[in-house]
């Protein structure tokens, strides 16, 4: 919930006024920074939990197994683990984590946390494509953006102390899927300046090359990127933290060939072992995280349904779900499906008192049958007051939480949705309702020569894709005439 975001302002006016100085790992040189080396170290682990509990981590033990000798390579060769670092950076221990999320994204957290998306592993098209964006992750790592960033009062400052402050709560209640999305969304969308960018292309490249990579490969991935850009309305991530995908192709390719003729003549593209590990990972949506039908929003790993209220729209991200009026931005109801506490009585008083909603009432409630607790309160922030309701309601041993915020004007179509929801909240033990398999990525060669269009089998396009995104995903158009024998990664 943003309203946790009104207790960070009295420490990051603290925290603006330290700052450490201690030597670049990238350039030798001694500088300042916003944090030690150590905060970030335990700023990147707070921050860590926010974003596995809000995206949950793929579950695929080898695929997480590839990712992270793919990642532990090319981090052997960066700054950080050469002769001349400093032991803190040459002993530090790196995260590598797919997030199971069907946004293309990748990203990364100071201290040594780096993420990458399912959703962004269906895109690419071999182990070199992976290094190179690794080793662009790790550069931000290794060149301490963020604190650097933090230091100069960007973005990142309010997004960590927001981990930094939360750090120990979330300990405990972070646990509580959707409640914790500020600022993992904030840092998934961080954007970093174009300096920063052009730096970690230029050193992920370095990276990769080192590691025997053919490094030019993720130049075809970054024009690749440019019609992804072209919808990135639709499909934000890794777009819209990275501008200008065209540009950076043309440059990635350029410093490619710098490294070959250095003698870094990398052959490694690993494309058939890639593919091989991608083949049968879920394409698009998961619909036991959620999905919609007929007006209702089911969502099987928690055995309930209840109804979407008329003119409003359901967004999902990850394990995030969050309801909206279809007009005005005003208003918001965020479901967490799954709460680490025993009973709604106390999910609901953890969030008064994590919210600071001093003089909120809160009373037990029973909808159909499911016992549940209500809280409404109000809140200032930024200037403007903010309605709060909550439900929580227990159901299959778990509780459920509908958690709304909205502008205090728009109060009546806050009471009017939520109330819609959990009045029509429901279980759910249909197996033909329960039992939904995600769409997966199969990889296949073409028999004959096709058009693009005419190979997809319409029924398995997955929920949040299209004819286009699949395109996209295999580099064609989607009038483009496969020829027989190609290799392409379909909906099955
Ligand atoms: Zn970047």
Redesign the pocket.
Known sequence: MRVHVRRLLPLLALALGACAVSMSPVTGRKRAYAYSWEQEVRLGRAVDRQITAQYGTYDDDALQDYVRRVGNDVLAVSHLRRDDALPEYRTAKFVFRVLDTEAVNA?ALPGGYVYVTRGMLAHLENEAQLAVVLG??IA?VAARHGSQNALEGGLMTAALLGAGLLGEELAGAGDEIGDVGAVAAQLMLFR?SRD??RE?DRLGVEYAAMAGYRAAEGAAFFSGLERLQARAGRIPGFLS??PDPGRRGETVAQMAADWVALGFDGERVEREAYLARIDGITLGQDPRQGYEMAGWFYHPAGGFRFPVPADWTVDRQGRQVVLRPRAGDGVRVELAARSRHPTADVAARVFVHENGLAGASSYRTNMNGFPGARVDGAMDSGGSSYQVTGYWLEHGGHVVRFAGISHSAYNAELQYGIGEMTRGFRAVSDPGLLDVAPVRLVVMTTERAQRFADVVDPRFIPAGMDLEALAILNGVSVDAVIPAGTVLKLPG
């Open positions: 990203f662009h992750e931000h970093y920063d960018e970690s933290t990275h």
